[in-house]
Nanobody, 122 residues
Framework: QVQLVESGGGLVQPGGSLRLSCAASGSIFSIIFMGWYRQAPGKQRELVATITSGGSTNYADSVKGRFTISADNAKNMVYLQMNSLKPEDTAVYYC????????????????WGQGTQVTVSS
């Protein structure tokens, strides 16, 4: 099995910064991509940012220029640096990955972390 563990959430004032981390562990042969999603109360879960194993990134328009996703492939970790935070960034942030579990298994699998709360408020 595979586990994703997020950390780094918390309460921050508008304009502040937070850095989220996510560690993937378990039966991992290769990671195809890792990413962050978020879900605010009463809203659907939405994409924040993704990064492929080759380093290609993708961002939601609402966070472009403020958030930066990065990864440490050797450690199977992904990070989300969030700057200039706004109250509308308040949500539970979820780590996500698509990976292969073994060289003999041609399928890829998607896993989610348990989420970490980010609250932006004065």
């Amino acid at each position: 099995q595979v586990q994703l563990v997020e950390s780094g959430g918390g309460l921050v004032q508008p304009g502040g910064s937070l850095r989220l981390s996510c560690a993937a562990s378990g039966s991992i042969f290769s990671i195809i991509f890792m990413g962050w999603y978020r879900q605010a109360p009463g809203k659907q879960r939405e994409l924040v940012a993704t990064i492929t194993s080759g380093g290609s990134t993708n961002y939601a328009d609402s966070v472009k220029g403020r958030f930066t996703i990065s990864a440490d492939n050797a450690k199977n970790m992904v990070y989300l640096q969030m700057n200039s935070l706004k109250p509308e960034d308040t949500a539970v942030y979820y780590c996500n990955t698509r990976l292969k579990r073994s060289i003999s298994d041609g399928s890829s699998y998607i896993y989610w972390g348990q989420g970490t709360q980010v609250t932006v408020s004065s």
